[in-house]
Structure formats: C-alpha cells, structure tokens
C-alpha cells in the first residue's frame, strides 16, 4: 500500500546466502593463519632445544597424549589416563550442564521477578547484593565439607558461580520493558500477573541470553576449580592429578579440551538463542 | 440542563487529576473537565503540550484514574484497561517479538478465540490496512506508517466500544500523515466507532473531527468545543476548512 521496502528486504537476504557462505570460509581459512605459525613455532621451539621439552610439551606430544588419552585401551597400559578422556570429559560436562541449568532456571525467574515486582525486589534484592561479592571459589571449602568430596560439590560450586550474571541480566531485562508494552497488553486483555509471562519475558530475553553466555563461560572456570580440590573424577581433577605426576603433556591436552568445550557450549547457546531473536533489530 | 437523549458513550464529569511533584507542591494536570461523548462520534483533542489532553486519554483508557470526578464509558465507571476500550498509541506499542499477524491476533489469542476463527479475522484486518504483504514481518521491519497501521489492525480486531488515539500520527512526516488520516477515516465510516483522537495538529483536528474538543494548559481543561459540519472527505484547502482551521487557531491561541 503506502511503501513496500520493507518487503523488499527479506528477499534480497534470501537470494545471497551462497555466494556469502563459501565468502565466509575463505574467511575462516585466513583466520587459521596465525594459530597455524603459533603452533609451528612452538614445535621448532622445542624440537630445536629452545625450550626444555619436559617442561613443555611439543605439538605433536601433545597430539600424542590427546590421541592415548582418548582412543588408547585401558587395560594394562603403562599410561594411567589411556582411554579415560571420554569418561573425564562426560563427568566435567555433565556439571556444567547440571550447575548451569539450575542456574540458568534459578536466576532467570529470581531476576524476572526481582525486575517486575517492587515486594520481590525488597525480598530478594539485598540477599543477592549480599552474597554476590563473595567470590565462588571462596564457597569452595565450605562446600567440600558441606556436601563432602563429591559431584554435587562441583555441581553447586556452578550453580551458585553461574546465578550472580544470569540474576542480573534477567534483572535489568525486566526493569527495561517498556511500560507501553505493557499498558498495550493489559488494554488487549492481558491480566497483570500474566504480563510478566506475555511481555517482561520476552522482551528481556535478549538480555537473559547475554546472562547465560556470561553463566556459561563461568562455569567451565568452576567445573576446573572445583574438581582439583573438590572432586575426584573429571577434567579438573585429571589436570591436577596431571601436574603432580609431572605430566606436562597431559596438562596441556586437558587445558585445550576445556577451552574446546568451552567454545562448543558456547556456540551452541548461540545456535538456540538465534531463532529465538530474529525478532531483535 | 437537559439529559441528552441517547446516554453518552464516553462522559467525563467534572475531572480532576493532580500530581504530586517533589517540592510537596501539587501540578494541576487537569482542574475540571466534562465532557459527553456520543455513541459513534469522532472527537479531536487538541491542545498545547502540557494541557493534560494526553492524561485525559490516559483516564479514559483506564492506565490512570482521576483525582476526584467520574468517568464513564457506556455508563460504567472506568476502573482499567481492558479490551472494550482500545489505544493506539503515539510509539506505535507493537510486540517487537511477533510477527505482524500475531501482533494484530495478540487481543483474539488472550480472549481464546479458535484458530481459524483468529485467521479470519486477522486476514480481514490485514485487508483492511492494507498490510497483506507484510503479514509475517517482524515490527522492526516496517516503516513507522506500517507499524501504525498494524497497531491500528491489533486494535479493531478485537472489537472496542470506543478507540481512543494518542497523536498515533505524531511521529510520521506530513504525507504519510495525510494518507493515515485518509485510512482512518475510510475505515472509521466503515465501522463508526466512537474515537477520541489526541493530536498538536489544527489541520489534522479539523480534517478528522466531528467535534474539536480545544484545551488550555495550567491547569489543564476544554477552552472550548468546537463543530466542524464540513462532510467527509474534507478538502484541506478549501475555504471553509480554510474558515474553520482559522476559527480553532483563534481559540488555541484566545
């Protein structure tokens, strides 16, 4: 009727995405530049005797290791980690999966509420104000003999580490809702408890996801933390069984499976969240 | 005074609302409206920023109550927001999360309307406005005319008493303004509902209303109301429209 640019654009988008996507693997290709030089300096820094090889580990140690670690049999195997990488890697995710989604369901409602309600701001606010500053890893010792050597130690440690970011995005999502979105939806027939589910969720959703991601990069920092001293089993306690043995490679191999996991989880929280905000402009 | 034959749709008596501002001094927003709208008639608000023509619309639409005074609609004191009294807003309030054909179902959905029977309508709606080709955009997609049509659609479908419209056209510029006021009007023909129109506008007031309510700021009430009898269409340039903006510029400005 009076403009039709707007329908226009939704169609140039659609015709593009392949010339942009192999655009954007050569792209990727470029980006690998630089960690490819990386890695090779540092294997002609240890081939070559730069750098003492049993304090560093090279490249293609390391490769070794992860390769043991993963694919070796477990049985009678000189290395004690052989095939024990799978088992490491399950028990580290599976408290972070567990620690993050109580969180997640945890802090997203405290935070909503804390934002929409003024009775559930005074209620709620000044316990959060008072055990945010204390640093997790400061719970550590008081979760160990809480909840003894044990997953849930970890998986506390998480949870509480994962709730101050998500509580406060959650928070400042709901507080910026618009009032004429919600003076819209209550003259179209939405009742005022209901506004929250209608309009204060989803319009502070984008700012929840920021949360989350937040959330979720702290709780591969904890899952670390709390399986050296609190855990016997998982990566955390693999690194720092490592190190008292002495096995640099080993060290090094669970340090990159926790940043690749840590990358993995992330983008997967993106993947979801994507069509969750192709409204957002 | 006579009582009016037929009771008014809309009738505000002897309205007050006054807001508490920090030096414990009180602002008189509004110092006594009354006002009696009929079933079906188009009213104008026009006035200067700060003449409370905004909060009077606010009252009516039941997202403010009154200091002292009543207010009625279809002879019912107005007690909030609901369906029966339907807003379009100045910034267009659309649900930047649906798309524009679950903006326009959002009131069909919350009143459990079936499925089909929701389609129906909002595929009328749609008609209506014009707004087919866009059915299934996101907010941030359109231009602010759409957003205004779309805003206007989520409204009619669900079937107000009365429309009441915060200067809905004050963030356009002139020509889509014009081709707005010529929509609404279309449509109004159609369904004659009841509509209270805020605007800063003389022209725009003129053009759209069967009556221009003129306000006076501090504190805020009617200065006077004037009838503007020219048929629809109106021609903005004729002399009689030419008469008659002159006659509400003289009263704004009295």
């Known amino acids: 009727m009076s403009n039709q640019t707007a329908t226009r654009e939704p169609q140039r988008q659609r015709t593009r995405p392949r010339a942009l996507r192999s655009a954007r693997s050569r792209i990727r290709l470029e980006y690998l530049a630089v960690p490819v030089l990386l890695v090779a300096a540092w294997e002609v820094a240890v081939v070559s005797g730069a750098i003492d090889a049993r304090s560093v580990p090279a490249p293609h140690t390391v490769v070794q290791t992860w390769w043991t670690w993963v694919a070796g049999s477990d049985a009678g195997s000189a290395d004690p980690y052989s095939g024990t990488w799978f088992a490491s890697v399950f028990a580290s995710a599976q408290r972070v999966v567990l620690g993050f989604l109580i969180a997640s369901a945890a802090g997203t409602a405290v935070g909503l509420l804390i934002g929409w309600s003024r009775p559930a701001r005074v209620l709620l606010q000044p316990v959060i104000d008072i055990l945010r500053p204390i640093p997790t890893t400061a719970w550590v010792p008081f979760a160990v003999v809480f909840f003894g050597i044990q997953p849930s130690a970890s998986v506390f440690l998480i949870a509480l580490g994962c709730f101050p970011p998500i509580v406060l995005n959650a928070t400042a999502g709901a507080l910026a809702t618009p009032k004429v979105l919600v003076s819209a939806a209550l003259m179209l027939g939405t009742t005022k408890r209901r506004a929250l589910w209608r309009v204060a969720l989803p319009s502070a959703l984008p700012s929840i996801l920021t949360g989350l991601r937040v959330g979720l990069a702290l709780a591969w920092v904890l899952v670390i933390v709390s399986e050296m001293v609190a855990v016997k089993s998982g990566l955390g306690f693999s690194l720092w069984d490592a190190y008292y043995f002495g096995r640099m490679d080993v060290i090094v191999v669970a340090m990159f499976t926790v940043g690749v996991l840590g990358y993995l989880s992330d983008k997967a929280l993106g993947l979801v969240s994507k069509p969750v905000l192709r409204w957002a402009p | ?254």
Request: hydrophobic share 45%.
């Open chain 2, 1 to 254: 005074m006579t009582a009016p034959p037929v009771a008014p749709m809309i009738s505000c008596r002897d309205v007050h609302k006054r807001f508490a501002t920090k030096a414990s001094t009180t602002f008189v927003a509004l110092g006594g409206v009354t006002l009696d709208i009929a079933a079906g008639e188009f009213i104008t608000v026009l006035g200067p920023s700060g003449c409370g023509k905004s909060t009077l619309l606010n009252m009516i639409a039941g997202f403010d109550s009154p200091t002292s005074g009543d207010l009625l609609v279809d002879g019912a004191a107005v007690t909030g927001p609901s369906p029966d009294k339907g807003v379009v807003f100045q910034e267009f309030a659309l649900f930047p999360w649906l798309s524009v054909r679950r903006n326009i179902a959002y009131g069909l959905r919350e009143r459990k309307v079936g499925k089909a029977e929701q389609r129906r309508i909002v595929d009328g709606m749609l008609e209506l406005v014009g707004l087919q080709q866009v059915a299934d955009h996101y907010p941030h997609q359109l231009s602010g005319g759409m957003k205004q049509r779309v805003s206007l659609a989520r409204v009619l479908a669900i079937e107000p008493k009365i429309l009441l419209l915060d200067e809905p056209f004050g963030a356009l510029d002139e020509q889509r303004r014009m081709q707005l006021q010529d929509d609404l009007l279309r449509i109004w023909e159609q369904q004659r509902k009841t509509a209270v129109f805020v605007t800063h506008s003389i022209e725009e007031a003129v053009v759209l209303g069967d009556r221009v309510v003129v306000m006076a700021a501090q504190p805020g009430r009617i200065r006077t109301v004037i009838d503007i009898d020219l048929p629809r269409p109106r021609d903005r340039t004729s002399d009689e429209f030419n008469a008659l903006r002159r006659t509400v510029t003289d009263a704004l400005w009295s």
